[in-house]
């Protein structure tokens, strides 16, 4: 008996469980005043100009880094374009084919006369080797005079070689000889050039 009363008792709770009902305390929203409303749209309507007007005026850059000084940001666009030289980006800046940033930099530099910064690679690429023979004064270098007829002005070469050199050969039976030195001909009016070999 105790078994089906607790049994009966067991589903009498589960089919009306116990109904908690929470109240949300009440918010009285406080109507807002008429100027405060006026201010609030001044506000947001002075803003929405504001972003119209930069819109309008500024043109919308890739994301670059952006970098402390200038000189970091015109190395970075000078590695960027493949090395330039100043005068070709000043030449792109003046034709609004950089950012903004970099042409405000380029601009300044024109106007105050700087060098650009220095870039090892570029002064690598240029370096040669220094004549270690003195030269003579300018006057006393003699040009020659232009040319204006075939044959009328040629410089002549020579070639010695100390390991004899193969003929090339397509047909035919093989040759034992071998070039020794061989003569170059140009000509100055018609640029013209031939060479001629020394067989052994």
Not at 92 to 119: E, F, S, V, W, Y
């Amino acid at each position: 008996m105790d078994c089906q009363a607790a049994e009966i008792a067991d589903d009498e709770s589960s089919e009306n469980p116990p109904e908690t009902i929470y109240k949300q305390p009440s918010k009285e929203i406080s109507p807002v005043s008429p100027d405060v409303e006026q201010l609030r749209q001044k506000i947001f309507k002075d803003k929405e100009q504001e972003t119209l007007l930069q819109d309008e005026d500024t043109e919308v850059e890739e994301d670059f880094p952006i970098y402390s000084q200038d000189s970091q940001e015109y190395m970075h666009w000078h590695y960027k374009l493949n090395h330039p030289s100043h005068t070709v980006m000043t030449k792109m800046a003046k034709q609004n084919m950089l950012p903004r940033r970099i042409t405000k930099i380029l601009n300044d530099m024109d106007k105050l006369h700087t060098k650009p910064p220095m870039c090892n690679d570029c002064c690598g690429a240029r370096a040669t080797r220094r004549p270690w023979r003195s030269k003579s004064a300018k006057q006393d270098q003699k040009h020659l005079r232009k040319a204006t007829n075939p044959g009328e002005v040629v410089s002549v070469d020579q070639l010695k070689s100390s390991i004899p050199g193969f003929i090339g050969q397509i047909t035919g039976k093989l040759t034992r000889q071998r070039i020794v030195a061989s003569t170059i001909f140009v000509d100055h009016a018609s640029d013209f050039s031939y060479v001629y070999l020394k067989l052994q």
